[in-house]
């Protein structure tokens, strides 16, 4: 096999060529300028679609951030309707937890319970108890004998008051005498009132006063006024009264 090697020397440009190749540089030179002239069109094109997309990403920031803010401050009606559900176990745990305290108090047999959570109170109690439409309720444990006290008549009795918890608040036993009153006078918390005036004498009650039945807000008040209140009465008796006038003095004899 045999292989040859050629070498071609390279022609001689003519004055046609020289012109052509000239041509072409100023055409070149056109199209470089054009090119760049596009480039930079689309330069700045670009420069105005990113501020304009800035400027709308900056918006939409403020908008969100507005509707973040919006939120807090003015929540919507439909999460304010919203209701917290119930957790059985939370209730259960301030169940034990109120009977464990009332132990510690030494509260009397068969007390009630409450399962508070903050201002909202549920009240448990055996089916000995009953409840009025006013909320208060009550349970007898002996009902006595003779008639219901009236307003305008003297009311003497015994009471041990309590709070939630069991604990003893305050008692005319260790007072060593009854309290007496006028019935219909204003003389007594509402709720009191309302839980002895169909009482019998010899009667004995265990009464449960609801916050709004119960004493006003005030320093000299034993009870918290958003809290229920606990007593057990027993009705001693029950007096007629009338009015006495003795020149300038005046009182009421209740006999």
Not at 31 to 50: H, N, P, S, T, V
Not at 62 to 76: A, E
Not at 169 to 189: E, F, W
Not at 246 to 253: K, L
Request: with cysteine; net charge positive.
């Amino acid at each position: 096999m045999v292989i040859f090697s050629v070498s071609l020397a390279a022609p001689t440009p003519t004055l046609q060529d020289r012109t052509f190749s000239t041509s072409a540089v100023l055409t070149s030179s056109r199209e470089k300028r054009e090119r760049q002239r596009l480039l930079y069109k689309q330069m700045d094109e670009g420069l105005q679609d990113a501020n304009v997309l800035w400027h709308e990403e900056r918006m939409k920031r403020r908008f969100l951030l507005f509707l973040s803010v919006s939120s807090v401050f003015f929540p919507s009606s439909s999460s304010t309707g919203k209701t917290k559900s119930k957790n059985p176990y939370d209730e259960r745990r301030l169940f034990e937890l109120n009977k464990r305290i009332q132990k510690e108090n030494n509260a009397p047999e068969d007390f009630p319970s409450f399962i508070r959570e903050g201002f909202e109170v549920k009240v448990v109690t055996s089916d000995n108890y009953i409840k009025r439409d006013s909320g208060l309720i009550y349970r007898d444990f002996e009902v006595g004998t003779g008639d219901c006290p009236k307003a305008g008549q003297q009311v003497t009795f015994h009471y041990v008051g309590y709070n939630e918890s069991g604990r003893r608040i305050d008692s005319t036993y260790l007072q060593g005498s009854p309290a007496k009153i006028r019935m219909g006078t204003n003389g007594l918390v509402p709720g009191f009132e309302e839980g002895i005036q169909d009482m019998r004498p010899g009667g004995k009650r265990r009464i449960i006063i609801p916050p709004e039945l119960g004493p006003p807000v005030g320093p000299s008040t034993f009870f918290s006024s958003k809290q229920f209140e606990v007593f057990d009465v027993e009705l001693l008796g029950v007096k007629d009264c009338q009015r006495r006038t003795i020149g300038f003095y005046s009182d009421v004899v209740c006999t």
